[in-house]
């Protein structure tokens, strides 16, 4: 999508390992998500951020980290994977206010 | 507690019909609901927004009805085309301490030639 990418598209990764995923904006946009997705829930919220080094937890923030040290990156941390955490990944960004988010493509994350 | 509902099952319609899909939320008066559309394998795409103080948006062959009193959305395609076939998600702010949007689970719609 424009403005935004996500990286890796896809990972197969082992239970225990760690795992960064990584959103890159290029619109400047002050507030980046990141949502996931599994079938059934819908896309629930795991952290979010409202500016370099702010970030919030999600309703789902239990075993994920996120760090954001320039306004273009938003980096999302599994510090030891599990199953329950196969899923697919969604980064988000936002101008704020009442602006609709615009979404990347996705990371489908399979945990083995 | 505060949850969307959506539709889990999918609508099927006919080409040229209007489909119609409900948005439901619970325990909060949100000051706006937002659209989205998601086609397999992509990420959602940003469909329309509805002010609390608005009670229909258009855009094209979609309208949005927003009903605080009825905690509800109606979200409809007119004329629809098999290319309208996807999942739409509602969203909506839930948490003002959060600042982030919440989803329905979306609904499916097949709009069949």
């Known amino acids: 999508d424009a403005g935004i990418t996500q990286s890796p598209r896809h990972k197969v990764t082992e239970t225990g390992t760690p795992v960064t995923l990584r959103c890159h904006q290029t619109?400047?946009?002050?507030?980046m998500y990141w949502y996931r997705q599994d079938p059934g829930h819908g896309l629930r919220l795991i952290h979010y951020?409202?500016?370099?080094?702010?970030?919030d937890k999600g309703e789902v923030s239990d075993g994920y980290s996120v760090s954001r040290s320039k306004t273009e990156d938003f980096l999302l941390t599994l510090e030891s994977a599990t199953s329950s955490q196969t899923s697919v990944y969604f980064c988000?960004?936002?101008?704020?206010?009442?602006?609709?988010?615009?979404f990347g493509s996705g990371t489908r994350l399979t945990v083995v | 507690s505060q949850k969307i509902e959506q539709n889990s099952e999918a609508l099927n319609i006919q080409e040229g019909k209007t489909a119609t899909l409900t948005c439901n939320y619970t325990?909060?008066?949100?000051?706006?609901l937002q659209w989205y559309r998601q086609d397999p394998g992509r990420g959602p795409v940003f469909l329309l927004l509805?002010?609390?103080?608005?009670k229909e948006k258009r855009k094209e062959r979609l309208k949005v009805t927003f009903d605080t009193t009825l905690k509800q959305s109606l979200f409809h395609i007119t004329a629809s085309q098999p290319a309208d076939s996807a999942t739409y998600l509602c969203?909506?702010?839930?948490?003002?301490?959060?600042?982030?949007?919440?989803f329905g689970s979306g609904t499916r719609l097949q709009v069949q030639p």
């Open positions: 988000a960004i936002s101008g704020g206010g009442q602006d609709g988010y615009t």
């Open positions: 619109e400047n946009h002050r507030y």
């Open positions: 951020s409202y500016g370099v080094k702010d970030t």
């Open positions: 325990n909060y008066s949100p000051a706006y």
């Open positions: 509805i002010r609390e103080n608005e």
């Open positions: 969203a909506l702010l839930m948490d003002t301490g959060r600042r982030a949007l919440t």
